[in-house]
T-cell receptor, first 115, second 112 residues
């Protein structure tokens, strides 16, 4: 079984709809991240959480919100989707152990299309 | 100036050759450096981590770090068509709460 899973894997929705992307992990890591990837722009950080009670904005958090329901679960919501949120979304995890130097492990991704 | 810069490519090498991928970063206090491989439509996969100046070898892959020049590279020896992918350089520093900054990636094409 995959260590980091994301649901759904693909989603097509319409402008204005609320969308939730879910991420679960069995790696036992404390830190979880949401990224989006657009062609030519690389991975950009949306939100990150270092533990259940810790939520931090990344570089492109506008239009997004997150919920850390448990150590293993981190959800990303688009309250009112717009077409420029069409992208590939990745969840990632890392260990808090300083010796791990924050190596991140990624889920399979969710391809979101907003019409 | 981008925080992590990579040549977008594509870099084309013949099968069996050495592929050399380069990355520069702007944050001098960066602590750890990573190379991820990403096949089209798939998620990034960690292939190398390096934390100290010098070379680190793992199979056909060698990562090289020069903190004074703020430069990190990845060498792939005996390149195979299956190495054709986008390679992302990532840098983690103590600024910004240990966030990792990713480069936009270099596309590598290995010709059979």
């Amino acid at each position: 079984d995959a260590d980091v899973t994301q649901t759904p894997r693909n989603r097509i929705t319409k402008t204005g709809k609320r969308i939730m992307l879910e991420c679960s992990q069995t790696k036992g890591h404390d830190r979880m991240y949401w990224y989006r990837q657009d062609p030519g722009l690389g991975l950009r950080l949306i939100y990150y959480s270092f533990d259940v009670k810790d939520i931090n904005k990344g570089e492109i958090s506008d239009g997004y919100s997150v919920s850390r329901q448990a150590q293993a679960k981190f959800s990303l919501s688009l309250e009112s989707a717009i077409p420029n949120q069409t992208a590939l979304y990745f969840c990632a995890t890392s260990d808090h152990d300083p010796n791990s130097y924050n190596e991140q492990f990624f889920g399979p991704g969710t391809r979101l299309t907003v019409l | 100036q981008k925080e992590v810069e990579q040549n977008s490519g594509p870099l084309s090498v013949p099968e069996g050759a050495i592929a050399s991928l380069n990355c520069t970063y702007s944050d001098r206090v960066s602590q750890s450096f990573f190379w991820y491989r990403q096949y089209s439509g798939k998620s990034p996969e960690l292939i190398m981590s390096i934390y100290s100046n010098g070379d680190k070898e793992d199979g056909r892959f060698t990562a090289q770090l020069n903190k004074a020049s703020q430069y990190v590279s990845l060498l792939i020896r005996d390149s195979q068509p299956s190495d054709s992918a986008t390679y992302l350089c990532a840098v983690n520093g103590r600024t910004g709460g240990f966030k990792t900054i990713f480069g936009a990636g270099t596309r590598l094409f290995v010709k059979a």
